[in-house]
């Protein structure tokens, strides 16, 4: 059955529907910039990170992914994927989250896929929506001084940090990454979470 879309479930869809385009605004030049910078900064930071990227066969870096809203929060940001320090691929992450949420507020990500089977999920043409599929472990402060080569045994390291290291605090559960086709250019704020995406997160 079809649930209702009320009027405040519509304005609740709307909300994060338009956070996309809204945040979007930088080229691909400085998206890959910024991805650079951002990875740098993890790696002289954490040598956690550094260890990893060793193992890894490719790092998708989000610079920055602005959150806002309260009751709902839509979320959006733009990233590039490198192997062997070349990009490879631009990307987009998106979302939404149900609970009270004041104010907007902006992180970024570092994703180190260790084997080309989670790689490839990337290239899935719905998007790969993080909690499904490849197993994603979020390297906090706690498991970090825990990380060794031996003990590298997942598909996909994540890193949740802003410009004072990493955080606490913050899920990736949800977020939907999702490939921009490069033979068509790149369209900053081309792609918006679909309505069927958002509305699993709302309680009606």
């Known amino acids: 059955m079809t649930k209702p879309l009320t009027a405040l479930t519509a304005s609740m869809l709307a ?4 956070a996309a385009p809204a945040f979007a605004a930088n080229s691909a030049a400085e998206i890959e910039r910024e991805a650079r910078a951002a990875l740098d900064r993890l790696y002289a930071d954490n ?18 992914v602005s959150k806002a809203g309260l009751m709902i929060g839509g979320q959006y940001g733009e990233g590039v994927l490198f192997k062997r320090g070349k990009v490879a691929g631009h990307y987009n992450t998106g979302g939404a989250s149900y609970g009270l949420q004041a104010g907007a507020q902006q992180y970024g990500y570092a994703m180190f896929f260790m084997n080309d089977k989670a790689l490839a999920v990337l290239d899935d043409a719905d998007g790969f929506e993080i909690g499904t599929g490849p197993s994603v472990v979020v390297i906090d402060k706690g498991m ?34 999702t490939k921009v086709d490069s033979a068509s250019g790149w369209t900053p704020g081309s792609i918006v979470p679909e309505k069927k995406d958002v509305e699993k997160y709302l309680p009606w």
């Open 144 to 177: 970090a001084s825990s990380t060794t080569t031996k003990t590298l045994n997942e598909d996909i390291y994540a890193f949740i940090f802003n410009q004072q290291g990493l955080m606490a605090g913050i899920g990736l559960q949800g977020n939907k990454i």
């Open 15 to 18: 909300l994060v529907m338009l």
């Open 47 to 64: 040598r956690e990170a550094r260890l990893i990227s060793g193992e890894a066969h490719a790092v998708l870096v989000f610079p920055v």
